[in-house]
């Protein structure tokens, strides 16, 4: 039932917390929490939703870019996201975008498309290739 703790679940959620969190440990996480509270609602639903394992907001990765993205129109970004695609970019005809319908509600989409049609291109789209993360890597 909720609200009523005993005092074993008591004392174990002491020791946890006297166990693993200092008061450096608490600070970072609270610095982390005020950093993501402070972006855009966008980009934190973006981040929570692991958006960015495939997307960057400026440069191409597996996917193009946000930025990239942020030409097409509204409408077409959202369909997208619920739905998914494949082949939409020149480029990563090869890439699965999965459908995220059961992920974001309506509200969440649009703030979301809102967000990316904010960013602006500043890169051709381009596939992300192996050969490529090698060679950059040889470059720096």
Known sequence: ??????EDELKAIAEYIYAFYDQQTYLKEMQ????FDALPRGEQLARKNGC???????????????????????EEIMEV???GSQGKWEGFRNM?????????????LQTL?????????????????AEKVIERKKRQ
């Open 1 to 6: 039932e909720r609200g009523n703790v005993t």
């Open 32 to 35: 982390a929490k005020a950093a």
């Open 113 to 129: 498309q809102t967000w990316i049609q904010t960013l602006e291109p500043k890169e051709k789209a381009e596939p992300w290739s």
């Open 52 to 74: 960015l394992n495939c997307h960057d907001t400026e440069k191409a990765k597996i996917g193009p870019s946000f930025a990239m993205i942020s030409t097409k129109a509204p």
């Open 96 to 108: 699965i975008m999965p459908s995220y319908k059961d992920k974001f509600t309506q509200d969440e």
């Open 81 to 83: 996201i619920r739905n």
